[in-house]
């Protein structure tokens, strides 16, 4: 074989190979995907997780976005934790914003907050913003990129225990997604993780992988 004839059969490969590396980046938007479908639907099953993963990436090959240069790991303690979690403050929030809509009395007084984040990758930053507005009662009216910072308003600034609850409780959803998707460096980097690697357990959790 010519260096010709190997050169041309490299050249033949790299598309394939460029395909599989898209493949395997698409992983978050899958899993994203598998996450709201099931939301929507309000049924865990398999036929929507896979149609949830489906979706995703159909999603993210019709309207490939530019790369946001972010790496991550899957792990799917955390991440079971992340979706049970959100799932849970969802059907509360829903279920707190229908009684604040009948209950007698005045009106709730809602008010703006100003959450500073951990981390300053825009896919972490953003996909915090996403869900936060996902859950009833809660906007995002503001997002800066630059400092990390995210702008909510609240409908009931009271019945979420004030600003600080707020913020507490918006910044435990980053950590928990910063966990079950950050690289072993960022965790590190903001002290989540042992410089081993090992996940730091969140306070008042001693003993949780």
């Given at each position: 074989m010519t260096r010709t004839d190997t050169v041309a059969?490299?050249?033949s490969g790299r598309p394939w190979r460029r395909r599989a590396r898209r493949?395997?980046?698409l992983w978050p938007?899958?899993?994203v995907g598998a996450v709201i479908w099931v939301l929507l639907w309000g049924d865990l099953s398999w036929a929507n997780v896979l149609s949830g993963v489906a979706l995703g990436a159909l999603v993210a090959l019709a309207f490939?976005?530019?790369s946001v240069g972010t790496a991550g790991t899957l792990r799917p303690g955390p991440l079971a934790r992340l979706?049970?979690?959100f799932v849970g403050d969802l059907v509360l929030a829903s279920f707190q914003v229908a009684w604040t809509a009948v209950r007698p009395g005045p009106p709730p007084r809602g008010g703006l907050v100003t959450v500073p984040l951990r981390s300053?990758?825009?896919l972490f930053i953003a996909t915090t913003a996403g869900l936060s507005s996902m859950v009833p009662g809660t906007v995002v009216v503001d997002l800066d990129r630059s400092d990390g910072i995210l702008r909510l308003h609240v409908l009931d600034l009271a019945g979420s225990s004030g600003p600080e609850g707020v913020r507490e409780s918006t910044r435990a959803l980053e950590e928990r997604l910063l966990r079950a998707f950050a690289?072993?460096?960022e965790?590190?980097?903001l002290g989540l993780a042992d410089p081993s690697g090992h996940l730091v357990p969140p306070p008042g959790k001693e003993g949780q992988p």
């Open positions: 059969e490299q050249q493949l395997a980046a938007t899958m899993v490939p976005l530019p979706v049970g979690r300053t990758s825009d690289t072993r460096a965790l590190v980097r």
